[in-house]
T-cell receptor, first 116, second 111 residues
Framework: NAGVMQNPRHLVRRRGQEARLRCSPM?????VYWYRQLPEEGLKFMVY????????ESGMPKERFSAEFPKEGPSILRIQQVVRGDSAAYFC??????????????FGPGTRLTVT | EDQVTQSPEALRLQEGESSSLNCSYT??????LFWYRQDPGKGPEFLFT???AGEEKEKERLKATLTKKESFLHITAPKPEDSATYLC????????????FGTGTRLLVSP
């Protein structure tokens, strides 16, 4: 009965490098969401994906950030050419395809990205 | 724009001292209001969903209530293990499923 899994839990990158964050949703869930939590700020929505489709990317920065959720494998959040301002905790959440049990989203433990 | 405001920012209680946390919201149309608990260094843990004004949900020492403009999380006779940040979020109707979060209330319960 595994929950949402994220890896790595901690990631250190130098300015200009790429960061790849992975998320495996809960078993039976096909909807994935990415949120970012900056120090002393609330959780901010970034992107909502279903298998092979981006449904809502209204919270994604226009440049350097991309997300995918392939037919097979985990969802990936990719940050190119990282800058110090990208340092944050990135959380993935998942929910089932239908809302029979409610609309709640279940969160993973997060990836803490530090850009040096 | 959908907005969530939580108060107080921080709350310190003695063990057994009951209190309430507030979540005020503005949303175009409310699909659901969610309460989460977040411990340091961890992801948010789901607590409750409320869908309509007048609804109440309970779990152990916690009770969540909802009106048309705000929600309260009542903590009865708290224990030190209830210390955490409590997050409130709303989800709007008619659109996609993103959650809009408040900045949370940091609760510290002293023995």
């Amino acid at each position: 009965n595994a929950g949402v899994m994220q890896n790595p839990r901690h990631l250190v990158r130098r300015r200009g490098q790429e960061a790849r964050l992975r998320c495996s949703p809960m078993k039976g869930h096909s909807h994935v969401y990415w949120y970012r939590q900056l120090p002393e700020e609330g959780l901010k929505f970034m992107v909502y994906l279903q298998k092979e489709n981006i449904i809502d990317e209204s919270g994604m920065p226009k440049e350097r950030f991309s997300a995918e959720f392939p037919k097979e494998g985990p969802s990936i959040l990719r940050i190119q050419q990282v800058v110090r301002g990208d340092s944050a905790a990135y959380f993935c959440a998942s929910s089932p395809a239908t809302a029979q049990g409610g609309y709640e989203q279940y969160f993973g433990p997060g990836t803490r990205l530090t850009v040096t | 724009e959908d907005q969530v405001t939580q108060s107080p920012e921080a709350l310190r209680l003695q063990e057994g001292e009951s209190s309430s946390l507030n979540c005020s919201y503005t949303v175009s149309g409310l699909r659901g209001l969610f309460w989460y608990r977040q411990d340091p260094g961890k992801g948010p843990e789901f607590l409750f969903t409320l869908y309509s004004a007048g609804e109440e949900k309970e779990k152990e020492r916690l009770k969540a209530t909802l009106t048309k403009k705000e929600s309260f999380l009542h903590i009865t006779a708290p224990k030190p293990e209830d210390s955490a940040t409590y997050l409130c979020a709303v989800q709007a109707t008619g659109g996609f499923q993103k959650l809009v979060f408040g900045t949370g209330t940091r609760l510290l319960v002293s023995p």
